[in-house]
C-alpha cells in the first residue's frame, strides 16, 4: 500500500514532498537539528492562500479571548504546535524566536505554567482564562482566600519547578458535551461558560496538557515547559467576572516572560526607564497640567507651560492644514439628540456618549466626535463637483465616558481635543485623498521626533451586521480603497479584522516611541454610511445629483494624549522649538538684572520664549533650578560677559559651552527653532 504524500511549500519558493502525518518538527530536524532547536511554533497558510504577497502582512494578532476557544478558520494562516500532524498541501513556515509572534507563544504557554503552579499549591482555586499580551501575560483565578505577597513568591518557585520538569505540551481532544459535564461536576463555572459560549454542540473541544495539568485551549503553545525560559510574576490584580462588577470578583495575577534573563532584565531595565518618564509624574514636576478631583476625573487642566506647548502643536497642525488645502471650520460643544440619531452615534456609540440633557426645546448630547457637525456644514450649501474635495479641519473639544478604572493621565480621557478632519469627495478622489492623509501622518511624526511607526488595517466582520452600518459593496469599496493607498505608498501593514469603525473601517498609524513602545494616535477612516445617513449631494459633470464618500482623518489623534506621548518620550525635555521656556536666564548679581533685561529684549525680538531668574539666590541654585525644569538654554551672565556683549551658555544635556556673543547665540538658536530640529 503507498503513503499518501503532501506538498510542503517553503517561504523561498521551493517545495518537498512528504508522507502525511509529518510533522513541522519532522520537517525542522530534516533540514538542521539547530533550526529544530530554535523553532518554537510552526505558522501554515492554506496552499491555495499562499504566498503572502508584497508587503502586506496578513498575519493576524495574538487570538482573543473568542479565537482562543473558537473554531480555527482554515482559510487563514495560523499558528500551530511543532507537533502538529500535516495532512494536506500547505505552506509552512518555521518560526523561531526572531519572529514577533513567537514571544506571545511562549507568553501564552507562561501562563499555562502559571495556572499549572497554582493549582499544583492551591487545589481549591477555579481557573479563568490566561492570554498572552503585549507587556506579557496574565490568568484569572477565583479564591476564597486572596493571594498574598508570600504566595505570589511560592508561586514562583513553583513555577520554576514547572519549567525544570520539562513536561511536553500535548494537544487532546474530547466531545464538548463530556468537557461540559466534568467542568459542572468540578464547579469550573469559567470553563464551563468558555465551552458554552465558543464550541459548538456536538464538536470536539481542544485541550492542553503538560504533565497533569489540563486546560480548555485552542493554543498553540511551544513543544515543552522549558522552553519558558525567562518569567517573573510582576502583580496581583483584581478583575471581575465577564467584567461585571455584578459578578464574583476574580484574581488576576500578571507576569512576563522572554527567551532569555537577558532579555527579561532588558525589559525590566526599560520598565525604570519609563517610570522616570511617566508624563503624570513629570506633568507635576514641570508643573505641565494637572487633574482635579474637585472637577472630576479624565478633565484636564493645562498649566501655563504646558498650555505654551499645546499652542506651538496647534498653531504648527493649523499652518500645516491650511498649506495643505483644508479649511478651518469651529462647531458646537453640545447639539441635539436627534442629530446623534441621524448619524447613529445615538445608537451604534451611546455606551460612549454622556446621557441627554433635557432643556427647553429638546434632548441635547455633549459631542464625542467632531464628524456631525463637519456634514452639518457641507449640507448647508449645495455642492458642484467642482467644489470637491472639501477638507474641513477643526481642533474641536469632544467628550467621551470612560469608566473610572480605565483613565490614565493625559492618555485616556474624559474631555479632549481632537485634530480632527473630514474629507468630503466624489468616490474617484478617495484614494488620493487617503494617500495624502497618510503623508500628512508621516509629517506629523518626523516632525515631532518620531522615526518609526507601524501601520495596521482595520476591517470589518461581514458575519456581524449588528455593529456595522452599510452594504457588503460599500464595505468591499473602502477596504479595497484604503489596501490601494496603503500598497501604494509602499507601506507594510498588518490586518485587524473586526475592528473597524461602524460606519468603515480604517488606517491606524502607531508611533514607536524611544523606549519602543508602541502608542496608537493617527488614524484614517474611510465612511460611506454618514453622507448616506445626512443624504449629501454633489451635483456631477453630468448634470446629476451624486453622494460623495467622506474620509475621516485625526493625525494627533488627540492632543492631550499626543502630548502625553511626547512628554515621554522626550522625558520632558522637549526640543527647542516645543519647549515651553526655551531659554533661562542667570544674572550673577543684583547689578546684573539691567543686562538681562536688556538680553531678554531681544531674545524675545526674535522669537524666543525667556524666563528670567533674578531671585537674590545664589547662581549655582539659580542653575539648578532651570535644569531641574529641563530648559534647553541657560544663559549666564557677569561683568565680563556684560562687558563683552556676550553670553555664558550651558547646553540641556552638554552642560557649560563657554561664552559666546549674543547675536551669535540668537542666530543659532533661531535657526534650530525654525529647522524644527531635536538636537541643541
Not at 499562499?50 to 494578532?61: T, Y
Not at 514607536?512 to 454618514?530: A, C, E, I, K, N
Amino acid at each position: 500500500m503507498s503513503t499518501q504524500t503532501i506538498a510542503v511549500h517553503f517561504p523561498d519558493g521551493s517545495v518537498r514532498e512528504v508522507p502525511a502525518g509529518t510533522t513541522p518538527l519532522d520537517i525542522a530536524n530534516s533540514i538542521s537539528p539547530r533550526l529544530a532547536a530554535a523553532s518554537v511554533v510552526a505558522r501554515l497558510t492554506p496552499v491555495a492562500a499562499a504566498p503572502l504577497a508584497g508587503k502586506k502582512d496578513q498575519v493576524l494578532e495574538q487570538p482573543s479571548e473568542a479565537a482562543m476557544y473558537s473554531a480555527e478558520d482554515a482559510s487563514t494562516p495560523r499558528l500551530v504546535d511543532l507537533a502538529t500532524p500535516l495532512t494536506a498541501d500547505t505552506r509552512l513556515e518555521l518560526v523561531t524566536e526572531k519572529d514577533p509572534e513567537a514571544l506571545k507563544v511562549v507568553r501564552h504557554s507562561a501562563a499555562h505554567v502559571l495556572a499549572t503552579a497554582v493549582l499544583e499549591l492551591f487545589p481549591e482555586t477555579k481557573l479563568g482564562h490566561g492570554p498572552a499580551t503585549d507587556a506579557g501575560f496574565f490568568y484569572d483565578f477565583y479564591r476564597d482566600k486572596p493571594f498574598t505577597p508570600e504566595d505570589l513568591a511560592l508561586i514562583e518557585t513553583k513555577m520554576a519547578e514547572v519549567i525544570a520538569r520539562d513536561d511536553k505540551f500535548v494537544r487532546e481532544y474530547e466531545p464538548r458535551e463530556q468537557a461540559l459535564a466534568e467542568f459542572e461536576r468540578d464547579g469550573d463555572f469559567m470553563k464551563t461558560h468558555f465551552v458554552s459560549k465558543f464550541t459548538e454542540p456536538g464538536s470536539q473541544v481542544s485541550f492542553y496538557r503538560n504533565g497533569k495539568f489540563v486546560d480548555f485551549c485552542r493554543g498553540p503553545h511551544v513543544p515543552s515547559t522549558s522552553r519558558v525560559k525567562a518569567v517573573k510574576i510582576t502583580a496581583l490584580a483584581g478583575a471581575y467576572w465577564l467584567g461585571d462588577e455584578k459578578n464574583p470578583q476574580l484574581q488576576r495575577i500578571h507576569g512576563t516572560a522572554f527567551f532569555s534573563q537577558k532579555d527579561l532584565d532588558a525589559h525590566f531595565a526599560r520598565l525604570e526607564e519609563a517610570a522616570k518618564r511617566d508624563h503624570r509624574l513629570l506633568g507635576k514636576q514641570l508643573d505641565l497640567f494637572s487633574i482635579q478631583d474637585l472637577a472630576g476625573p479624565g478633565l484636564v487642566f493645562w498649566h501655563p507651560k504646558g498650555a505654551m506647548v499645546r499652542k506651538v502643536m496647534e498653531d504648527w497642525m493649523r499652518e500645516e492644514c491650511l498649506r495643505r488645502g483644508y479649511l478651518l471650520v469651529n462647531t458646537p460643544h453640545v447639539m441635539k439628540r436627534e442629530l446623534w440619531k441621524v448619524s447613529g452615534h445615538d445608537g451604534y456609540y451611546s455606551g460612549n456618549m454622556y446621557t441627554p440633557m433635557e432643556l427647553d426645546d429638546a434632548e441635547y448630547r455633549l459631542k464625542p466626535m467632531n464628524c456631525p457637525g463637519h456634514i452639518l456644514i457641507y449640507k448647508n450649501s449645495p455642492k458642484s463637483y467642482r467644489d470637491l474635495p472639501q477638507r474641513y479641519a477643526e481642533l474641536g473639544n469632544v467628550y467621551r465616558y470612560e469608566r473610572s478604572g480605565t483613565m490614565h493621565g493625559l492618555l485616556r480621557v474624559r474631555g479632549f481635543t481632537q485634530d480632527d478632519a473630514h474629507i468630503f469627495c466624489t468616490p474617484g478622489q478617495i484614494e488620493d485623498e487617503v494617500v495624502a492623509c497618510i503623508d500628512f501622518a508621516e509629517a506629523v511624526l518626523t516632525t515631532f521626533g518620531f522615526k518609526e511607526f507601524k501601520v495596521e488595517l482595520s476591517t470589518w466582520d461581514p458575519n456581524d451586521r449588528a455593529h456595522y452600518a452599510g452594504s457588503d459593496e460599500n464595505w468591499n469599496l473602502a477596504v479595497s480603497s484604503l489596501q490601494s493607498a496603503l500598497e501604494r505608498k509602499g507601506i507594510a501593514y498588518k490586518t485587524i479584522p473586526a475592528e473597524a469603525a461602524f460606519y468603515g473601517p480604517k488606517i491606524d498609524v502607531k508611533l514607536v516611541d524611544v523606549l519602543g513602545r508602541l502608542w496608537q494616535l493617527s488614524t484614517v477612516q474611510f465612511d460611506f454610511t454618514l453622507p448616506e445617513r445626512f443624504e449629501l449631494e454633489y451635483v456631477g459633470e453630468d448634470g446629476e445629483r451624486h453622494q460623495p464618500v467622506m474620509v475621516h482623518r485625526a493625525l494627533f489623534g488627540s492632543v492631550e494624549r499626543f502630548f502625553g506621548v511626547l512628554i515621554e518620550h522626550y522625558a520632558g525635555a522637549f526640543p527647542l522649538w516645543l519647549a515651553p521656556v526655551q531659554v533661562g536666564l542667570v544674572p550673577i548679581s543684583e547689578r546684573h538684572h539691567a543686562y538681562a533685561k536688556k538680553v531678554e529684549v531681544e531674545l524675545k525680538a526674535a522669537g524666543l520664549r525667556v524666563e528670567i531668574d533674578d531671585r537674590n539666590e545664589k547662581m549655582n541654585g539659580k542653575i539648578r533650578d532651570f535644569a531641574n525644569q529641563k530648559t534647553p538654554y541657560i544663559l549666564v551672565f557677569g561683568d565680563k560677559e556684560e562687558a563683552a556683549g556676550s553670553v555664558s551658555v550651558r547646553t540641556r544635556g552638554k552642560g557649560d559651552q563657554g561664552s559666546v556673543p549674543l547675536a551669535d547665540f540668537i542666530a543659532k538658536a533661531k535657526t534650530l527653532v525654525h529647522g524644527q530640529s531635536t538636537e541643541l
